[in-house]
């Protein structure tokens, strides 16, 4: 008898509408270490079981006789099971009958006893029947489980191969980076190295004016092949996040005005007019040095790109009580809607490589960088024919 008590309560209805059968039975299940509840009839089972699910006392085991009146023990053990799918249920006959046996399996039944009851024939179905209990819970756990790794196995590939996509589209950006660096590096130094094979010549003919101007041009080239380098170099340590920033409370009016100073002498040349409407009071969070790198190549290029005798406005808007917006807008040819979907890829000079204007197509790749590493937006609205407006969304406020 001690081996066959159970370690933990378990939760065993009873429902037999013999009541002294019922009673026998709790009575002797409770000396094996099982919390025996009874009942007379089907329908008080299955009301015992609703409360018991809603109070959170589950029943584990449900003892149903086979013949009752009203719901016999196969409609029990069926609506028992529709309200706790993890019930074991064990039928009670006296018929011994295959039929019934079946029929009870059907519904849900995991076994049947016979009576009159023995001991120790009932002890080993309860306890078989309380294992199939908690192997089907395992079971569904397992399954639960199962799915949710396979969900999960999914979602992996689906990062994997979004991941795998990514780094293809980098690896083809890198090698047509690496492609247009090599043609634009090339061309200032083709320059340089022709016009100076020319000076050094003594077959190729060449007055003191001609050699005045090949050295012009070797300068020129110079120029550009140093800006050139100077922003890659740039480019380099923003994406590789060497470049180093220091956030502070920056007066904007007063950075545009430095950056105005800057500018000024190509407005001159160009008859460009430049208005700036900033309160005096605003303020953004940026490092200052890199605030008047992003303005400076802002201004330049409305001012570049602008019409003769145009104008370049700028002004500052509050998006919020946190953020606030610093637009550049010019009178220029502005751009089209191509334009303006290759308006961030490197040395994309949009249409103006064989114009008057000089530029590497880095600047405002370089600018979008430095304006999202300080924490801000950068973006564009233009109509052909009547300008462009650049604009930066930074956190600041007008007080």
Avoid at 304 to 325: A, M, Q
Avoid at 350 to 376: A, S, W
Wanted: net charge negative; with cysteine.
């Amino acid at each position: 008898m001690e081996q066959l008590l159970v370690e933990e309560a378990i939760r065993i209805l009873i429902a037999d509408d013999e009541l002294a059968q019922m009673r026998a039975l709790c009575d002797t299940l409770s000396q094996y270490g099982y919390e025996t509840v009874g009942c007379s009839s089907g329908e008080a089972a299955l009301r015992l079981m609703q409360a018991a699910e809603s109070g959170g006392q589950r029943f584990q085991l449900l003892l149903a006789d086979l013949m009752m009146p009203g719901l016999d023990g196969i409609a029990v053990v069926q609506a028992a099971r529709a309200i706790d799918a993890d019930l074991a249920c064990v039928i009670m006959t006296g018929e011994g009958s295959i039929g019934s046996a079946v029929q009870a399996m059907q519904v849900g039944a995991l076994d049947y006893v016979l009576k009159p009851f023995r001991v120790s024939a009932i002890l080993p179905v309860l306890a078989r029947a309380l294992e199939t209990r908690k192997l089907r819970i395992m079971n569904a756990s397992l399954e639960l489980r199962l799915r949710e790794h396979a969900v999960q196995l999914v979602r992996i590939n689906e990062e994997l191969q979004a991941a795998r996509l990514q780094a293809d589209r980098a690896n083809e950006a890198k090698s047509a980076f690496l492609s247009n660096m090599s043609h634009e590096l090339r061309t200032p130094l083709n320059a340089i190295l022709g016009f100076s094979q020319i000076l050094s010549s003594e077959q190729l003919p060449s007055t003191a004016a001609q050699k005045k101007q090949f050295a012009g041009n070797i300068l020129q080239a110079s120029r550009h092949l140093l800006r050139l380098i100077n922003d890659i170099l740039d480019l380099a340590k923003v994406e590789s996040g060497a470049l180093t920033l220091e956030p502070e409370q920056v007066p904007l009016a007063h950075v545009l005005q430095e950056c105005r100073t800057l500018v000024d002498p190509l407005a001159r040349l160009r008859g460009v007019e430049m208005r700036m409407a900033v309160p005096e009071q605003a303020s953004v969070t940026a490092d200052r040095v890199r605030l008047k790198q992003v303005l400076i190549n802002l201004l330049s290029n409305a001012i570049k790109y602008n019409r003769d005798h145009g104008s370049v406005t700028v002004h500052c808007t509050e998006i919020d009580t946190e953020r606030l917006r610093v637009s550049v807008q010019d009178t220029g040819a502005g751009l089209s809607e191509a334009q303006l979907a290759a308006m961030f890829q490197p040395f994309n000079r949009l249409g103006q490589e064989g114009g008057t204007q000089e530029g590497t197509g880095l600047g405002l790749v370089m600018t979008r960088h430095l304006v999202e590493k300080m924490g801000g937006e950068l973006g564009v609205v233009s109509t052909p024919g009547l300008g462009s407006t650049f604009w930066l969304a930074l956190p600041g406020c007008l007080d």
